[in-house]
């Protein structure tokens, strides 16, 4: 329905793979929200944005495999948790894409700094919701839904100037927005912080927020694979010279050794990537 050559793939193959059912639920859920009254206003945008989805995974089974595995995280919770786990989706895709080397650089830079405002928002929505169950003593139960409402009420809300992932129709719609903690207001003055964060740190700010996680190391090897092999090279051959003089000498020593070189490989690594990662983003 949503996606034509997902839905021929799906009964060949896609069907049968692991955590396939859960997706199948997940699609179905999302589905009712879409026979919601109120949702009358964003049917053709939801419905644009699941195609895109459905499609991109049906070309991608490292971003089924992810989806999957979302949908069955989210599965048994309520509509608005089945539609703030689409946002989730479309950033997994977005780093699919980068990883498969699909965007310029421009446009890795766009989608990572909207990729980052969709989390640092989350962040300062999680404090919020975080403070007001600690101010009212809520129950564990009370808290979660809070705050599922409160994060989506953050994205969602009209406040929200950010640009987001996939940079498409801003959707202004929750199901619940009354079960949300937060107000307009809060939402405006966490646009405000994250705005001067950015103005503070200026290209840091990316840098910090990526060059360590795991989506974007894979890229980097997947982009600079012979930059990267050869920076490895010179650990592995410290690492062979030590285990060609393994038996001359104490086992302590040896381990000793060993952990040198593997914390110098780490933090060279982190060095390299760091570079890397600044390369692209401040061109």
């Known amino acids: 329905k949503f ?35 109120q949702v009358v206003n964003y049917h053709e945008t939801f419905t644009e944005r699941i195609g895109i989805l459905l499609d991109t995974m049906a070309k991608n089974a490292s971003l089924r495999i992810r989806c999957y595995e979302k949908a069955q995280s989210v599965i048994a919770t309520c509509y608005d948790g089945i539609l703030f786990s689409l946002f989730e989706m479309e950033i997994k895709q977005v780093e699919e894409r980068i990883i498969a080397l699909q965007l310029s650089d421009e446009e890795v830079r766009q989608e990572m700094e909207r990729t980052f405002n969709f989390y640092r928002l989350q962040e300062i929505a999680l404090l919020h919701s975080e403070k007001y169950a600690y101010e009212q003593a809520t129950t564990t139960e009370t808290t979660e839904a809070d705050t599922l409402e409160t994060v989506l009420f953050f994205y969602a809300s009209p406040e929200n100037t950010l640009e987001m992932p996939l940079d498409g129709e801003r959707l202004h719609y929750m199901r619940y927005p009354e079960l949300s903690t937060a107000t307009h207001d809060d939402v405006k003055q966490a646009v405000r912080k994250i705005q001067h964060e950015k103005e503070d740190f200026r290209d840091d700010f990316l840098i910090n927020f990526i060059s360590d996680k795991e989506f974007w190391i894979n890229y980097l090897e997947s982009r600079y694979p012979d930059i990267i092999a050869e920076h490895t090279h010179i650990f592995m051959e410290q690492m062979e010279e030590l285990e060609d003089k393994k038996d001359t000498i104490r086992e302590y020593e040896y381990l000793i050794q060993a952990n040198t070189i593997a914390e110098e490989k780490k933090d060279s690594e982190q060095r390299l990537y760091r570079q890397l990662t600044k390369n692209i983003v401040a061109d």
Do not use: D
């Open 3 to 37: 996606s034509p050559e997902f839905a021929a793939q799906w009964k060949e193959t896609f069907r049968h793979e692991s955590g396939a059912g859960y997706m199948e639920m997940w699609v179905a859920r999302y589905e009712e929200i879409l026979q919601q009254p």
